[in-house]
């Protein structure tokens, strides 16, 4: 009678432990969730300051092929159109470092992320999920030197209104600076390239983390 009752009694803790480890693992995938989501809304706010950023381009190209238009003695319309560009310019410049400090706040989270991950039992989740803190930091990286090729250019442009801006313009001056600068954004346009590859790589990661454990 006693056996039988140790060995009921034995078997209930198991039960519960296991249980118990169950509804752990439960929370602990909820977690890991819970700051996906907090990433997820972040990075809607590090994609809006880009398409703001694009707009600004836009709007400067728009100046800036206006200065090209102007006649060798429309000083003060090609002036004015320097001037408004570099205005533009300056906004973009102030975009980029918001943009910066958005993606750099995201690591942080990421981070936190990962000391949440670790504690999680489930390897396959737990693995599948180092995928996408991996393929982050891999993408913040990769902007990293996006962001300093992109600040380079900008500052090549600058240079480039600023000999716009005077009476008597340097064609030559303007033609090699022009053609620096065309080569830097080569660069840029590269390392976009393989930027959104990245971002489609996590998105990808996301979506199947939350088809396949999110339910």
Known sequence: MYKKSHALFLIIVLLLM???ACTSQIKQK?????KLNKITKMEQKFEKAGETIQSLEI???EFYEKIYL????EV??????AKHAINLLNKRKEKINEESKLIHDIDIKIEELQTINIETK???FRNEVYLFVKTWRERTKLYDQLNKKYKQAI???LSIYN???QKKVDLNNVKSKTKNTNRIYKDVINLNDQLNLYTQKLNDIRNHLIEKYGK
């Open 18 to 20: 296991f249980c118990s």
């Open 122 to 124: 489930d390897e396959k």
């Open 163 to 165: 000999l716009l801006s």
């Open 59 to 61: 709007k400067e190209l």
């Open 155 to 157: 500052e090549t442009d």
């Open 76 to 81: 003060n319309k090609r002036q004015d159109a």
């Open 70 to 73: 102007y006649k060798v003695n």
């Open 30 to 34: 909820k977690l890991v969730f819970q």
